[in-house]
T-cell receptor, first 114, second 112 residues
Framework: KAGVTQTPRYLIKTRGQQVTLSCSPI?????VSWYQQTPGQGLQFLFE???????NKGNFPGRFSGRQFSNSRSEMNVSTLELGDSALYLC?????????????FGEGSRLTVL | QKEVEQDPGPLSVPEGAIVSLNCTYS??????FMWYRQYSRKGPELLMY????GNKEDGRFTAQVDKSSKYISLFIRDSQPSDSATYLC????????????FGSGTRLSIRP
């Protein structure tokens, strides 16, 4: 069965722009979580969606937002990009979101902000 | 101080060696412990998942949790060049995807 698909894989933006990243979870999975991965901070939790509702949110500014559609696909948006937003953004899906050991990651979207 | 500490490496060992990867943590309430493997330009992939203390073995991989010392380990026996990757430890109070705290990862290189 197909894994978690993230698009685009690579993108370059300039400061002040905004970006939208997309994630298609494994078929049948209803929970989608987003993480930011940087060399300095490692993997940090952004937010989790389940059945189109944001269930949890990490400690990131309001410039970071997301949503989930009825087919469980999810998007995250970062507005007014800053240099420090350069990172690998990872999406992970799970069946219901309540299983720490059942998280499946996509290959990520690598964002570079110039 | 970070909640989860992990030596970033890089760690380089010859093929066939036993590899030991470790993490320490500060929150004694953590109950769920995981190890992920991340190849270059890929997302993390779950290797081992344990609840509470003890050992778990899966093929060449053994995970150990010592809650009294707040220390977890991953052992890789008969290491192969294909094991070259970054290994992330992770832990959580609850069985919830949103509550996982990740270590910063150890880069491992297995020399043929």
């Amino acid at each position: 069965k197909a894994g978690v698909t993230q698009t685009p894989r690579y993108l370059i933006k300039t400061r002040g722009q905004q970006v939208t990243l997309s994630c298609s979870p494994i078929s049948g999975h209803r929970s989608v979580s987003w993480y930011q991965q940087t060399p300095g901070q490692g993997l940090q939790f952004l937010f989790e969606y389940f059945s189109e509702t944001q269930r949890n949110k990490g400690n990131f500014p309001g410039r970071f937002s997301g949503r989930q559609f009825s087919n469980s696909r999810s998007e995250m948006n970062v507005s007014t990009l800053e240099l420090g937003d350069s990172a690998l953004y990872l999406c992970a899906s799970s069946l219901l979101g309540g299983e720490a050991g059942e998280l499946f990651f996509g290959e990520g979207s690598r964002l570079t902000v110039l | 101080q970070k909640e989860v500490e992990q030596d970033p490496g890089p760690l380089s060992v010859p093929e066939g060696a036993i590899v030991s990867l470790n993490c320490t943590y500060s929150n004694s309430a953590f109950q769920y412990f995981m190890w992920y493997r991340q190849y270059s330009r890929k997302g993390p992939e779950l290797l081992m998942y344990t609840y509470s203390s003890g050992n778990k073995e899966d093929g060449r991989f053994t995970a150990q949790v010592d809650k009294s010392s707040k220390y977890i380990s991953l052992f890789i026996r008969d290491s192969q060049p294909s094991d070259s990757a970054t290994y992330l430890c992770a832990m959580s109070l609850y069985s919830s995807a949103s509550k996982i705290i990740f270590g910063s990862g150890t880069r491992l290189s297995i020399r043929p």
